[in-house]
């Protein structure tokens, strides 16, 4: 059982994403914007296995969050998800930051199976 934050400010996205990995046995936090996310992981001391994370939100994107994250906690396992191609290039200049790049819209099954490679 890992310790999951799911940063995304779409609820029905969220909610999906939690009961999924809720079900796979992980316990999950979630935060609806980048800022809370980032202030989730500040308050844990950097203690989640891992953090899913919409790329695209209001207020901090996923990609600065993720670098302010990775900064402070340099360990810490990031998997971003997107719908959007432009998106999805912005993250590759964050090798070494994040593990995995998850393309939306993605089933119960995806999700489970992107999560147990990136916790591997």
């Known amino acids: 059982m890992a310790k999951i934050l799911i940063v995304e400010d779409d609820e029905s996205v969220r909610t999906l994403a939690a009961r999924a990995l809720e079900r796979a ?3 999950i ?6 800022a809370a996310g980032l202030a989730c992981i500040r308050a ?4 989640f296995d891992l953090v899913v994370s919409d790329i695209r939100m209001p207020e901090m994107d996923g990609i ?11 360990g810490l396992r990031i998997m971003l998800v997107t719908g959007y191609a432009d998106q ?5 200049d964050l090798r070494g930051v994040i593990v995995d790049v998850v393309q939306k819209p993605f089933t119960l ?5 992107r999560v147990v490679r990136a916790l591997a």
Not at 29 to 34: I, L, P, R, V
Not at 64 to 74: C, G
Not at 109 to 113: K, V
């Open 25 to 27: 046995g992980h316990a």
């Open 109 to 113: 099954a995806e999700i489970r199976d």
């Open 29 to 34: 936090e979630t935060a609806d914007d980048g």
């Open 88 to 92: 999805r290039e912005r993250a590759e």
């Open 64 to 74: 600065e969050m993720a670098k302010a994250a990775a900064s402070s906690y340099p």
């Open 44 to 47: 844990s001391g950097g203690g």
